[in-house]
């Protein structure tokens, strides 16, 4: 069984290079606002080269990409599941990532749900919690 309480544990070098290794992120909450983090972080991934795959019921394109409901409707594969919800809406999302055969799960700056990242973690899902995808891409230069 993986401790969940300590926040180290998700925040390996390791899980962040693998995370970010993959070419498509589905950025689970993306907003069409440009104010919010969601967008700008997105909009950099984009720049970036990654394949971004909006995902939030409530909107219908997000930076001129097709937005679709939730991870099960998105085709093709999925590398990396990029949460930008509440942490105690994360746990359905772990179990979709799961579902959908997504290689990580993500869970940007602030969002943290111990039993989502364990579950993730055993059925062979590399995890970050409380990091964001755009300061560590950067930071690591990729």
């Known amino acids: 069984m993986i401790p969940a309480r300590d926040l180290r544990l998700w925040q390996q070098p390791e899980a962040i290079q693998a995370c970010l290794s993959g070419s498509r992120i589905a950025v689970v909450g993306l907003s069409s606002n440009p104010a ?36 099960a409707s998105v085709p093709g594969t999925i590398d990396l599941v990029d949460v930008f919800r509440q942490s105690d809406a994360v746990f359905p999302i772990a179990e979709s990532a799961i579902a959908v055969g997504a290689k990580g799960l993500w869970l940007q700056l602030g969002v943290f749900h111990p039993t989502a990242l364990r579950l993730a ?18 930071r690591l230069n990729l």
């Open 36 to 71: 919010r983090p969601s967008y700008g972080v997105a909009a950099y991934l984009l720049q970036a080269g990654f394949d971004v795959i909006p995902v939030n019921p409530r909107e219908e394109a997000v930076l001129g990409l097709r937005c679709y409901p939730d991870l």
């Open 121 to 138: 973690k055993e059925a062979g899902l590399h995890c970050v919690a409380d990091l964001c995808t755009k300061i560590e891409h950067a």
